[in-house]
């Protein structure tokens, strides 16, 4: 046994094999190139000068609607299920990380000899270890792009969160406004019931034809019939605010109120480049190209020579001892260059720098996405106000034609068709003020989460029970800033500190069922 330790260690010698190598492939390891070229961002086509809060929700100014936020970001399953892939993305990080260090194993042997003789059993143990040299940075090219992967995973689930709440408040503005459709269609419907009151006592008297109450018969329906739509609507949307909130959709019952709320001045939007460092989505885009260029430095130094080391303790014999002198040591080194795979090697390069293009180009396109829905809620928000006002307008010139139109019919100049038409006009606009109004918030809403970055999660439902320490809580939370110049370093983004949140307070509990119309005059 010594003599072939002897003959391991003079022949094989770890420093030998080092300086062997470094002799015949120093300059070889791979670099990664620089994707970004200098391009300048223009400021964007307006910008407020009202700060936007982080919990940019808040802005609204509605109590109710932040706890429900409050309650999805806690008990969501679809925000659950991202936290878990962030766990995973974690956990093969730390496991990647493991091939940096020696793999370290116990062991016992036994070898028994059966003869003629006595029979004899020799027992051996010991510790068996191994270890790769990281020559190329193959390993650490690994370790890097499992972090980043793990880093894109938790911008990804930030990005979830963001989307999580602006469906939450989308659907709370929805069911305020169908409150108040149906509040209108109940005043509509009495209006017109009044009018057919009117028709039939007109027509009992021989002063109009039976069609003209008809008529105003199948107003007074058409408007229980828009009544009826608006309570399905509503139905649905409380389902879909209870699924969101991680609740059975079938006793979800709330009392929004009828009163959209007004819009806040418009927020500052800042330069496009603050635009980049604050949306996740851009984060995770980035992190995810970053992952797949340290991908593409493993794949080519998977060619290069790789340098192995192997070493055992053992303690072999039939009663063995714990004496320093009966121990072995054991040392080996293995040197292995590939020579012939077929091209598997280069294929996995090629195959690995279309993926870096791949990333790179979804990054490049997500940035176009970020800054066109910034101009495109800026748009579509000013529109959205020269709409409301002409259609404002429009509603005060119905109101003053259908007015007049009465008169004139009442003293028989008008036909009573025109009056009829003229009302149906005047009262399919005041319920298409009340869609612009929500619209209106629809479209802020989608600017506020154009224009958010990380919020803070709360520790709720599902995602409370995380163990302790099992992921980073800046994983969560986001990393350093991003920087797109042509002088930038491809190197790990080191991660931000900060505590999650204590829980919010639960939404209000369900309420009376929706208010019905009755068809009974």
Not at 190 to 201: A, D, P, S, V
Not at 270 to 298: I, K, M, N, T, W
């Amino acid at each position: 046994m010594q003599s072939l330790f002897r003959l391991v260690h003079n022949q094989f010698h770890p420093q030998f094999l080092t300086s062997l190598i470094l002799i015949l492939f120093i300059g070889c390891a791979h670099r990664p190139a620089r994707y970004f070229p200098e391009r300048p961002l223009e400021p964007f086509s307006e910008s407020g000068n009202a700060e936007m809060p982080e919990e940019w929700w808040t802005a609204f100014e509605d109590p109710a609607l932040n706890a429900h936020v409050a309650q999805a970001l806690g008990e969501n399953f679809n925000l659950s299920s991202a936290l878990q892939r962030l766990r995973a993305a974690r956990a093969v990080a730390r496991r990647e990380a493991s091939d940096l260090f020696p793999h370290v194993n116990g062991l016992v042997t036994t070898d028994s000899a059966l003869g003629t003789g006595r029979d004899r059993t020799a027992i051996g143990w010991g510790l068996d270890a191994s270890y790769q040299v990281d020559l190329w940075g193959q390993i650490q090219s690994r370790v890097d792009a499992a972090e980043l992967r793990a880093s894109a995973t938790g911008a990804d689930y930030q990005a979830v969160a963001l989307t999580l709440a602006a469906e939450v408040c989308r659907t709370w503005f929805a069911l305020i406004e169908s409150y108040a459709q149906l509040e209108l269609l109940a005043a509509q419907v009495e209006t017109n019931r009044n009018g057919l009151k009117t028709q039939e006592l007109r027509f009992g008297r021989g002063f109009v034809r039976s069609p003209d109450v008809l008529r105003q018969r199948q107003l007074v329906e058409s408007t229980l019939e828009q009544a009826v739509v608006v309570r399905g609507r509503i139905e649905v949307l409380e389902h879909q605010l209870a699924v969101l909130q991680g609740e059975l959709p079938q006793s979800a019952r709330y009392e929004p109120g009828s009163n959209l709320p007004p819009l806040r001045p418009l927020p500052n939007t800042g330069l496009p480049s603050e635009l980049l460092q604050r949306r996740p989505d851009v984060r995770r885009d980035y992190l995810s190209f970053l992952a797949a260029d340290q991908d593409l430095v493993s794949a080519v130094t998977a060619q290069y020579p790789r340098l192995n080391l192997t070493g055992a303790l053992l303690n072999t014999g039939e009663t063995p001892k714990f004496g320093f002198s009966d121990w072995f040591i054991f040392l080996g080194s293995q040197l292995v260059t590939p020579l012939i795979d077929g091209g598997q090697r280069r294929a996995e390069i090629d195959r690995t720098e279309a993926v870096t293009q791949q990333r790179f180009d979804d990054y490049q396109e997500t940035l176009l996405i970020a800054f066109q829905e910034v101009e495109n809620s800026l748009a579509l928000e000013k529109y959205q106000h020269e709409r409301m006002a002409l259609l404002a307008s429009q509603d005060k010139l119905a109101k003053q034609s259908a007015d007049q139109l009465v008169q004139e019919y009442l003293i028989g100049d008008a036909e009573y068709l025109d009056v009829l038409s003229q009302v149906q006009s005047q009262q399919r606009l005041q319920r298409e003020i009340l869609t612009a109004k929500l619209d209106l918030i629809l479209i802020r809403i989608g600017l506020y989460l154009a224009l958010a970055g990380d919020i803070e999660i709360p520790p709720r439902g599902l995602v409370g029970v995380t163990p302790a320490g099992d992921i980073l809580e800046n994983e969560i939370l986001g990393s350093d800033p991003i920087t797109i110049d042509s002088e930038l370093e491809f190197e790990k983004l080191p991660p931000l500190e900060a505590p999650l949140p204590a829980p919010a307070d639960p939404p209000n509990p369900p309420v009376e069922p929706i208010p019905e119309i009755s068809r009974d005059e």
